[in-house]
């Protein structure tokens, strides 16, 4: 049996942050609209994939987040939502096998290059990229 799961607008998220997001976000993930975004708790079944330090990811255009993450402080899910939103605008102009192609050939080459996972998956291009936007948003 599927359970039904709650869902969020990654928008109204957002709106509850103390962040002023609107202008440098809504340009930096051009053409996503964060109102079509939707954000949801992840099933168990899925974050059993997760490793431990992993908040969220996302699919598509879904976020899944940690479910925990929902009743925390509404800025802490507001960077996060920021992060992933980077993810959903690359995923869209990537398609998904590039997407992941990249991912993990990233990953790979870092840990070949002697990086450990951590510094390996930090390392990883569209990771950069989501990171250094999430920091000019909200800076
Ligand atoms: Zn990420």
Not at 5 to 20: H, M, N, Q, W
Not at 36 to 63: C, F, H, Q
Request: no cysteine.
């Amino acid at each position: 049996m599927v359970l039904p799961i709650s869902r969020e607008i990654a928008d109204r998220i957002l709106e509850r942050s103390s962040y002023d997001v609107d202008p440098p976000l809504l340009e930096l993930i051009h053409p996503i609209k964060p109102e079509e975004v939707n954000v949801y708790p992840a099933p168990s079944w899925l974050m059993r994939s997760w490793k431990a330090d992993i908040l969220g990811a996302t699919y598509g255009r879904r976020i899944y987040v940690r479910p925990s993450l929902f009743d925390g402080d509404s800025d802490g899910l507001a960077r996060l939502v920021i992060h992933e939103l980077v993810h959903v605008r690359q995923y869209d102009e990537m398609g998904f096998f590039s997407f992941l192609s990249r991912y993990f050939r990233d990953y790979l080459r870092g840990r070949f290059s002697g990086m450990n996972h951590r510094e390996a998956y930090r390392a990883i291009s569209v990771e950069v990229e989501a990171r250094d936007i999430t920091s000019v948003v909200i800076a």
